[in-house]
């Protein structure tokens, strides 16, 4: 099997902090892992977990496969697992504490938080649709998309404040 695996040049802080965050929008009647003291072995799991179901084609190629095939599943994750380990080396050992970011200029801090608002949207809407496919309660549902909506309304008034004329 020929397989091209394109993962993102992400930071360590980054990767974990949305891999947990997208396991939370899918766990939501589960305690939330803290990506500072959770066990690396953990935080490990949920980030190859993420990078095989929301970051390559991994789910798109098991349903083209249209059986349940376990070996060819079982093949499949490896591979995304050893391309993760080849883009990601801090994966083998904890890369705690996380090296603290620069400073930025305003823009760029403005752009920075405009993408990562972006991100948790895009993650919370997925979560919903995932959850409403597997009949998920409405509740759960109803929740991730009230926080999707109050996001969006955020995403508009930082978008707002960048485009008004500045004068002065």
């Not at 020929?2 to 997208?22: D, G, M, S, Y």
């Not at 939501?28 to 935080?43: R, T, V, Y």
Request: proline share 7%; glycine share 4%.
């Amino acid at each position: 099997m020929t397989l091209e695996i394109q993962l993102p040049n992400w930071p360590p802080r980054r990767l974990v902090t949305e891999a947990l965050f997208a396991w939370g929008c899918r766990h939501l009647d589960e305690e939330c892992i803290d990506c500072e003291s959770a066990p690396w072995p953990m935080i490990r799991s949920v980030v190859l977990a993420f990078l095989r179901h929301s970051l390559s084609d991994f789910d798109d190629r098991l349903r083209a496969r249209c059986e349940h095939d376990p070996a060819f599943r079982d093949e499949l994750a490896g591979k995304i697992e050893q391309a993760a380990f080849r883009r990601y080396p801090w994966l083998a050992a904890d890369p705690r504490p996380f090296p603290v970011e620069s400073d930025s200029l305003f823009l760029d801090s403005m752009a920075g938080e405009l993408a990562n608002l972006r991100g948790i949207r895009d993650q919370l809407l997925s979560a919903a649709k995932d959850l409403r496919r597997a009949g998920g309660a409405k509740d759960h549902i109803a929740t991730l998309k009230d926080e999707a909506a109050s996001i969006e309304k955020q995403i508009g008034r930082m978008y707002a404040f960048l485009t008004r004329p500045k004068t002065g």
